[in-house]
């Protein structure tokens, strides 16, 4: 979708507009949604980080998804001067000046600290949040000393963009992501995140990401999601804990998945950006329990990806069960 072509929608008379989920766990799916609730939702950002009419904002992602369409919202919102790129990973490339208000996507901001150029212009954004999957410990070392506000976002398609925030640098920086204050949180008995936001969703949304709630009962961090549960042998181990474990040892893209085993009942399985299988099962002996080493090493040319960057689980059990 161009930038015309939103427009044009937004403005066709019609109260809803059609978007499609991010396709992490499956395919995408359409959504028609209120654009009157999408106003709401950008106001809550605009106003969270204190965004004024005139203020630069960079479209750097697809308006296909939810992350794009409500940048160009809030800037209609709020009167933002729109600053529209090309999506690609390298979204700062060719700017000669940093716009006040970004949205990136982890990749986006990781290919932007290793140009010079384009992380110069990264530290000089006043308001930059990132959103669409996991900003890792790595990234975070990289961002926690930056001169201006850096964000991590947590939200999904259903929220129309995201409903709390967790700061990533400063004297504010936080393992913990604070919802806006018209949110409120908490947990059902499987351990997942129920949201509870009137402004953006019309009814309670039950979340797949096992979540714990602080004590304060406001503040939350994600686990994992209830889907990348691997079931092995009566061991339940969260995908996201074990790739979390490695990403000090491991320099080269990988992605723990699972494959059904008349044994175990579920397998881990590791796809990875190498042929030099052998090195690293050893890492993973040295550095993970017993029961989470893979089973399983497959070497893959790319990690499975969606449109959006986000992982994509799916795409990379069907790789497993080939192997």
């Given at each position: ?194 949201i509870d936001a009137p402004r953006v969703a019309e009814a309670r949304i039950v979340t797949n990401d096992i979540a714990e709630i602080?004590?304060?009962g406001r503040h939350f961090r994600i686990l994992g999601r209830k889907d990348n549960v691997i079931n092995s042998g009566g061991i ?66 790319h990690i499975p990806l969606t449109q959006t960057g986000k992982p994509a689980r799916n795409e990379a059990i069907k790789i497993a069960?080939?192997?």
């Open positions: 979708m161009t930038l015309d072509e939103f427009y044009a929608e937004w403005n066709n008379g019609s109260d809803k507009i059609l978007v499609h989920t991010s396709g992490s766990t499956g395919t995408p799916k359409p959504m028609m949604v209120e654009k009157r609730r999408m106003e709401a939702s950008a106001t809550i950002t605009c106003d969270f980080l204190k965004l004024k009419a005139g203020d630069t904002a960079l479209l750097c992602m697809p308006l296909d998804y939810i992350a794009g369409k409500m940048v160009v919202v809030r800037s209609i919102v709020r009167n933002l001067k729109l600053i529209s790129v090309k999506p690609s990973g390298h979204p700062l490339q060719g700017l000669t000046e940093a716009p006040v208000f970004a949205a990136m996507i982890p990749m986006q901001v990781y290919n932007s600290l290793n140009v010079p150029e384009e992380k110069e212009l990264l530290m000089q954004i006043k308001h930059l949040i990132i959103g669409g999957g996991a900003v890792d410990e790595k990234m975070e070392k990289e961002l926690k000393d930056f001169p201006n506000a850096v964000w991590s976002t947590y939200g999904m398609t259903e929220t129309l963009s995201h409903i709390a925030l967790r700061r990533l640098n400063g004297q504010e920086t936080s393992c913990w992501y604070t919802p806006f204050d018209s949110v409120d949180v908490s947990v059902n008995n499987e351990g997942c995140l129920v602080a004590k304060d339940k181990i969260q995908i996201e804990e074990v790739e979390a474990a490695l990403r000090k040892h491991l320099a080269m893209p990988y992605m723990i998945t699972k494959k059904n085993d008349h044994k175990f009942g579920e397998i881990v399985v590791m796809l990875v950006e190498s042929t030099d299988t052998d090195n690293i099962r050893k890492i993973c002996e040295a550095y993970l329990p017993k029961y989470w080493q893979p089973k399983r090493y497959v070497s893959v040319e069960d080939l192997s």
